[in-house]
């Protein structure tokens, strides 16, 4: 089996309300998938539908070779999930919590359990009342991370955390993976989580997938930005194919390229003799701001 | 800025929150009593039809059920009939009302985002207690007004209309002083309902035994005010002062704590899960425990006091054939004493539902609050789950009739030297109520199935219940109407003859409603918030 979750043209309506609009969702087995999109783009639909907790009403989703909503249980032993908004019983101790869930799921890893607690700096002798929102996803973290699964699913994991825990949890995912070459799908708004931790990566948009590929295929589809020391100036750089933005300031020119006309543009620089070159590889920001023009995705991304 | 700032813009939002269900108490306490007022104008039409129910009503089982009688008149009827009801009633209202404004808002920690505004130390609990007070006036001003309307008295309708608003002040501060000792809200309602129950059973005992417990008991001050029997208005400065009391006990506690915090600090828990924490039962046992055991104690004591007063009826000289068609109005039949304790195994029946309920919407709950996600994303199936929660509302309703019954014949069987006897007699009457309580279990699991937004609905049919046995009778209803209540149907044990078929019929209709509700549960998206 090489597709750990396939879904085709997934729909889902809320009363009147359109969440998915025939959405497509492709895993393979042992990658990790970043899941992209604003709030409100239908990230955590599309994951309660591959849990069986929603029903679609159109379109067909595979996970793990089975049924999501009909196999529901026989599948959730060999997956662990983290919801985006962690709701814990306010009278149950954190390590209480973890305990149940992994033994709900076929039992946890006493060592690796142990392990995650020193290094999420979480105290599971506290009653989940007094966990704070960071703390209470901790609790999940900890309890998925350190069940035996093959797939991992995380609804915007680090919502909650500090930047110290958000890096722990990127080092604990990418040992995960390599562990047991699990399948990791992690969906999120912040775009330099997804760039770090994802091999490939699906951007969805009311609803609907409007981009999917590697890392190195996203970028292709964008710009790098180039910044050069010229020896000698270069005549009609701005009215090339493929450059934008560029500003020159005192043999010093600024541009961004379209990464298809890169080879050309290098020529032209080269020939007018470099003294030095930076260049930036696109960000999933700008992907991500390409498809989210307007308003909404300004503050979105802001975050 | 004060301490007090923010509050009229809190009690707006409360206002504005609770704006039909406020309206529904409102309207429904202050429509009771005048209904019940112009049924007994029908009833008793001459002075003479009064006098015959006097030496009636004066007896211990009655008494212990509804209070004394205090004047022969439609208005003293009136006021014996609906007060303890309506006392319990209007002190519900003010108690939830006061925990959902106050200690409700900090769990959930809506109240922290009120908090970081312009809002006084004291602003929520005033608000509330504001928005409470603002109710119960009302309840008092429509009562008095319906009663007279009725052409009852003036004073009379005054003094009963002031006793409902009194009571609800009172409970009102109990809530007020409740709601600061814990931090969750559940346990808050717990303690100011713990308070109101036990009155209700402190005036039950003191109205027919030692007369001092029934001044420890609010809800027999209402009655103590007598109206329409040469009304005793001091009564009312001593509620005045027992509300003002735990209102300021209530302002004092909460000086002593923190947002969120309750005045005795969480316990670390442990590291680990116990072994045996591994299973939706488990944790269902975690979660429901505590609510479990709280209503244990409070049947078991219902059971002893009632049994305990049902004695006195036994040594009453030749019961009079009215008292007889009151005590069967009210659901008994057979002998007196008999007859009393079938009315009161009715009632500890229904008690025992409002368990059943809080037990089953507990799944309404877990799903709500979003818990339920990270537990059915887990290996364990919808129907697991459920029935984790469900086998304390059918398993845990049948250990509470249990021991009221046990309870009951214990302290009526020492009495009358015939323990083994009366024991099994009232574990029988207490346990036939129970395919009733689970008619509303299964009702239950229907709505969280078919229509989980809806689902506390299954308290309306509870309400409608215990309406239809306090006043169905008097009320001269239709007898279909009565028997859509499961309760209608429950043999009135002890001294009616016992019979199967009510009782598989009850069972059957709890398990279709239950199997509607779980294959729904099944099909439906979750969670629905």
């Avoid at chain 2, 209540?485 to 409603?513: M, N, Q, R, S, Y």
Wanted: aromatic share 6%.
């Amino acid at each position: 089996m090489t597709e750990a979750i396939r879904a085709d043209a997934l729909v889902k309506t809320f009363g009147r309300a359109r969440a998915l609009d025939g959405l497509d969702l492709t895993v393979q087995a042992g990658e990790v998938h970043g899941f992209l999109g604003p709030n409100g783009a239908g990230k955590s639909t599309t994951i309660r539908i591959l849990l069986g907790l929603l029903r679609a009403d159109a379109g067909t989703a595979r996970l793990l070779g089975g049924d999501p909503w009909r196999d529901a249980t026989d599948l959730h032993r060999r997956l662990a999930y983290v919801p985006g908004d962690v709701t814990l019983w306010p009278n149950l101790s954190g390590g209480e919590v973890i305990d149940l869930l992994g033994r709900l799921r076929g039992g946890l890893d006493a060592k690796r359990r142990a392990e995650l607690l020193e290094r999420f700096d979480l105290d599971p002798t506290k009653k989940a009342r007094t966990y704070s929102k960071g703390n209470r996803q901790k609790v999940a973290l900890v309890a998925a991370m350190a069940s035996d699964v093959e797939l991992l699913i995380f609804d915007e994991p680090t919502s909650g955390l500090d930047p110290l825990m958000e890096e722990v949890f990127r080092q604990v995912v990418r040992e995960e993976q390599r562990r047991g070459n699990r399948t990791v799908l992690l969906s999120s708004h912040i775009l330099s989580e997804v760039e770090v931790l994802c091999d490939r990566v699906t951007i969805i948009r009311a609803g609907r997938a409007v981009e999917t590929g590697t890392l190195a295929e996203m970028r292709h589809l964008t710009r790098t930005s180039i910044q050069a020391d010229l020896a000698t100036p270069v005549d009609g750089l701005g009215s090339l194919t493929g450059v934008h933005d560029l500003h020159t300031d005192n043999g010093t020119v600024r541009f961004d390229v379209d990464n298809a006309e890169l080879d050309a543009v290098l020529r032209r620089l080269a020939a007018a003799g470099v003294r030095s070159l930076t260049s930036q590889p696109p960000t999933l920001e700008e992907l991500f701001l390409r498809h989210y023009d307007g308003h909404a995705a300004a503050t979105e991304v802001a975050k | 800025m004060s301490t007090f700032t923010g509050t009229r813009a809190l009690a707006r939002l409360a206002l504005r929150l609770d704006r039909v269900r406020l309206t529904v108490w409102v309207l429904g306490l202050s429509v009771m009593p005048m209904g019940t007022a112009a049924n007994y104008f029908k009833l008793y039409p001459t002075q003479a039809d009064l006098e015959a129910v006097r030496g009636v009503l004066s007896n211990p089982s009655l008494v212990a059920m509804e209070g004394p009688l205090y004047g022969v008149s439609i208005g003293g009827l009136t006021a014996w009939k609906i007060g303890v009801t309506e006392f319990i009633l209007v002190g519900l209202m003010s108690l939830l009302t006061v925990v959902r404004h106050t200690r409700t808002e900090e769990e959930t920690g809506r109240l922290e985002l009120l908090r970081a505004t312009v809002i006084g130390r004291y602003a929520p609990l005033s608000a509330a207690l504001l928005v409470t007070t603002l109710a119960n006036v009302l309840i008092a001003l429509l009562t008095a007004l319906g009663l007279m309307a009725t052409g009852l008295p003036v004073a009379g309708s005054v003094a009963f209309g002031l006793a409902t608003g009194l009571v609800g002040l009172l409970f009102a501060g109990v809530a007020a002083a409740a709601a600061q000792l814990t931090e969750s809200a559940r346990a808050a309602s717990g303690i100011a309902g713990a308070v109101l129950g036990g009155t209700y059973l402190l005036r039950a005992v003191g109205d027919t035994g030692p007369t001092w417990l029934s001044w420890l008991a609010p809800t027999g001050w209402g009655l103590a005010l007598r109206p329409y029997a040469h009304e005793r208005w001091w009564v009312a400065a001593l509620f005045l002062v027992f509300a003002a009391l735990f209102t300021a006990a209530g302002y004092a506690l909460s000086d002593r704590r923190d947002v969120g915090a309750g005045l005795v600090p969480p316990r670390p828990g442990p590291a680990a899960g116990s072994p045996a924490l591994r299973s939706p039962l488990a944790l269902a046992w975690r979660l429901q425990r505590g609510l479990l055991l709280a209503w244990c104690v409070a049947l078991a004591l219902t059971g002893a006091v009632m049994g305990g007063a049902a004695h006195g009826i036994a040594g009453l000289e030749s019961p009079s054939q009215q008292l007889t068609d009151v005590l069967e109005r009210m659901g008994g039949s057979g002998a007196l004493t008999d007859a009393f304790l079938a009315a009161i195994y009715g009632i500890i029946g229904m008690l025992a539902a409002a368990y059943t309920i809080q037990a089953t919407l507990r799944l309404r709950q877990e799903e709500a609050s979003g818990r339920v996600e990270a537990l059915l994303s887990t290996p364990v199936g919808r129907v697991r789950w459920a029935a984790g929660h469900l086998v304390f509302a059918l398993l845990g309703t049948a250990l509470l009739l249990a021991l009221a019954g046990v309870t009951g014949g214990l302290v009526y069987g020492a009495q009358s030297h015939d323990v083994g006897g009366q024991v099994a007699r009232l574990l029988g009457a207490a346990m036939v109520q129970l395919p009733a309580a689970w008619v509303l279990a299964g009702l239950g699991v229907a709505l969280l199935g078919l229509a989980p937004r809806l689902s506390t609905l299954t308290w309306a049919a509870l309400i409608v219940s215990v309406l239809l046995f306090e006043l169905g009778a008097l009320f001269g209803l239709n007898q279909y109407l009565l028997d859509l209540t499961p309760f209608a149907h429950v043999p009135k044990l002890p001294g009616e003859a016992f019979t199967i078929v009510p009782i598989l019929w009850l069972t059957l209709v709890a398990v279709l409603l239950g199997a509607a509700g779980l294959a729904g549960l099944r099909r439906r998206d979750m969670p629905v918030t």
